[in-house]
């Protein structure tokens, strides 16, 4: 079993910048593909980010390249997503999620992902 605890989210406005982290336990890290999701209220959750292994292969939704940042510190098992220039329509409860998949490119599907944090609250203001 993994354990996935996200940390860092909160009230920030629009144009700033928020960092989330998402710390593991209980299985070795590295033995996972690591992935963001996002849950806007009212609408379904929908992939953000992923990263290999050992970090040196990235993936992201369409509507966030250029401004968010998936990073990976195995050291300290802990996943981070920095969020530039956020926007009143990224407000949303922030998922990270453990996956085995083999390809970062297979990771978009929540269905690639064994294990599930509890999500943490961004809110962007006007």
């Known amino acids: 079993q993994v354990q996935l605890v996200e940390s860092g989210g909160g009230l920030v406005q629009a144009g700033g910048s928020l960092r989330l982290s998402c710390a593991a336990s209980?299985?070795?890290?590295?033995?996972?593909?690591m992935g963001w999701f996002r849950q806007p209220p009212g609408k379904e959750r929908e992939f953000v980010a992923a990263?290999?292994?050992?970090?040196?292969?990235?993936d992201y939704a369409d509507s966030v390249k250029g401004r968010f940042t998936i990073s990976r510190d195995n050291a300290k098992n802990t996943v981070f997503l920095r969020m530039d220039s956020v926007k009143p329509d990224e407000t949303a409860v922030y998922y990270c999620?453990?996956?085995?998949?083999?390809?970062?490119?297979?990771?978009?599907?929540?269905?690639?992902?064994?294990?599930w944090g509890q999500g943490i609250q961004v809110t962007v203001s006007s």
């Open positions: 990263s290999s292994r050992s970090g040196g292969t990235t």
């Open positions: 999620a453990a996956s085995e998949v083999g390809l970062v490119r297979l990771a978009k599907r929540e269905g690639a992902y064994k294990y």
């Open positions: 209980g299985r070795t890290f590295t033995s996972y593909i």
